[in-house]
């Protein structure tokens, strides 16, 4: 079963906080779905513990709540965040290297000697 047909799309990307607020709505057999697929796929501990419990839930009478919103503001972007790695030295003579550039030695700038 791909990630598009899963009763949550982006099932795969949700961190768990936010994984538990969105299976609420969903039903039996749509828990079932995803927890098969965290099975075959991942099988993080975590998450086939919130889903059997979720499960375990509707089975003794719970109901799913309504609905989440279509474009939910949980799903995590894919963004770099880090900064920007480059070859060039520091900008100044005598001042350190910033993280990640390296002089012709390979110890970076403040190391020659």
């Known amino acids: 079963m791909s990630d598009k047909q899963l009763p ?19 039903t039996e057999d749509e828990l079932r779905q995803l ?5 075959a796929h991942a099988a993080r501990v975590p998450v086939t513990e ?3 419990g979720r499960l375990d839930e509707l089975q003794r009478g719970a109901v799913p709540s ?12 894919h963004t770099p965040s880090s ?7 520091p900008a100044e003579p005598g001042r350190p290297s ?9 110890k970076g700038i403040e190391h020659n000697e």
């Open 98 to 106: 910033p993280p990640g550039t390296r002089s012709s030695t390979g």
């Open 83 to 89: 900064s920007k790695v480059t070859p060039e030295g």
């Open 8 to 26: 949550l799309p982006d099932f795969d990307e949700l961190p768990l906080g936010a994984l538990g607020h969105r299976i609420r709505s969903l």
């Open 35 to 39: 927890l098969e697929h965290e099975r």
């Open 66 to 77: 309504p609905g989440a919103e279509k474009d939910p503001n949980d799903v995590p972007g």
């Open 50 to 52: 919130l889903l059997t």
